[in-house]
């Protein structure tokens, strides 16, 4: 049970580079445009309406039923028929999320491989139409058309394989703004094709040109284009931003886990992208039921004084407020005191609950052992993982309830994630202390993230264009419903590396001296 | 006796005659000395600032020549018969003090309770 609902994916405009998405080309351009115009804070959302207010779901932790601590004795079939309150709030979350894969996502990669297609097969096209049109008036060709012919496929080839690794991967966001870089390759790819294709028709096609050498060294040259507008491809997309040059600070708003991280030349949207898939693996998760100090120490300031107007014509409210704010502050401030002590015991009793699960989980493990070839056991005994751990999970069952619900995570670990939790530590021969590892430290929130295909929504908060390149003092925001990831960019230092020669013979040493001489 | 590089040092200074006394083939004064700049300044007991080099007195022999004429332990020497004490090897200052040809020396030598002896009868 997470928190955050979904990740979106954010789908990079082409998983090809050389495919253009004309239209929608122009028409971006046309909005990013518009949209210029007006400076201030840019708030860009990004896609799937209808999102429900789901997290605010999880965070109420005490009304739910969580009693399966105590009440499961021996696990039958019944009690996994029986649902409670989280599984239904969890089904109907599924239900929704899985509605729509946004089809958006993949309207770009489907034009890139469009436009990829097109221009890959180009060049046999070229071989091909005079063949099929005027094959008798061509000059015919002989050894040099075939030598061209080899090269021909071997770079065809070459720029296959090297699209299909570079180019064909799942897109994993999806941008507020065009992707600067990838539409540029994308028209350049285009206008270059259509200017052959241009030249192709006019003078090939039209006179119907005998000189068939001539065509195939035409195709060839366009298939050399080809590779080098992929070298482009590849060096802005993926090698240029490669050589770190800012170090940016990631501040999560609600409980200040921070984080530096070093990156390269990229847009800030890009940027973003990076950094949330970093935040996945190394935050750990946000938990809003640890957040707020007890109302009790918060509260107790402000309760003491009463207010009494002396004057009748007094609606003086602010003078009022201030009377009391000022009366509190002379007044003796204990909640510090009240906070420590409260610190102190909570430690205290994580730290008892934890030892008695560490204690309750170490024996439930040794009620079972790995089933020896040489060992004779009549197939009744015989269990597979799931059972073998359904028979442990009762004997610890209560402690580990008691622990996460001590530590505030007891949204995060249904009874059944943890009987799975369990299965899959009993299958892979895991200690205690490893199957225990996930419930000590909360972990980074990929590991509560539940598989669904419509993705997960942040909402990047800048000043700036989005399309525009990190810059020193820049800052911007990623905003999720309930928190937000504040970045701050800085450049790192230009660094002056100098040479020192020591010779190995020089170090030498001396006794420090105090002598004392008498006179 | 803080020492600020470049300025000049300023102290409150006692003559100190001493005459040497023939013990055997030797002149002999009736005190050891420690310190130098060439000597290791943390470990000098007698100082109050341990980054300083100068010469201390670390002994004075019972009834010694040095006892006599009002040497006393702690002292920092800053000059022997004119030459300067304060920016000397631990050799030199030896040699300086042990000068066969010499039958006096002349010491002016500082303590911290001169200064305070100053002090307190310019307050009075």
Redesign the interface.
Known sequence: MDTESQYSGYSYKSSHSRSSRKPRDRRDRHRSKSRDGSRGDKSVTIQAPGEPLLDNESTRGDDRDDNWGETTTVVTGTSEHSVSHEDLTRITKDVEESAAPDCRRFLGPALSGALGLFAFLTPLAFLLLPQLLWRDQLDPCGTPCEGLYVSLAFKLLVLLIASWALFLRPPRATLPRIFVFRSLLMVLVFLFVASYWLFYGVRVLEPRERDYRGIVEYAASLVDALLFIQYLAIVLLEIRQIQPAFCLKVVRTTDGASKFYNIGHLSIQRAAVWILEHYYSDFPVYNPALLNLPKSILSKKMSGFKVYSLENSTNNSTGQSRAMIAAAARRRDNSHNEYYYEEAEMERRVRKRKARLVVAVEEAFTHIKRLQDEDQKNPREIMDPREAAQAIFASMARAMQKYLRTTRQQPYHSMESILQHLQFCITHDMTPKAFLERYLTPGPTVQYHRENTAGRQWTLVSEEPVTSALREGAVFALRRMDFSLVVTVRRIPFLQVREEFIDPKSHKFVM???????? | MSYIPGQPVTAVVQRIEIHKLRHGDNLILGFSIGGGIDQDPGQNPYSEDKTDKGIYVTRVSEGGPAEVAGLMIGDKIMQVNGWDMTMVTHDQARKRLTKKNEDIVRLLVTRKSLENAVRHSMLQ
């Open positions: 420090r001296l105090q002598s004392e001489t008498s006179v």
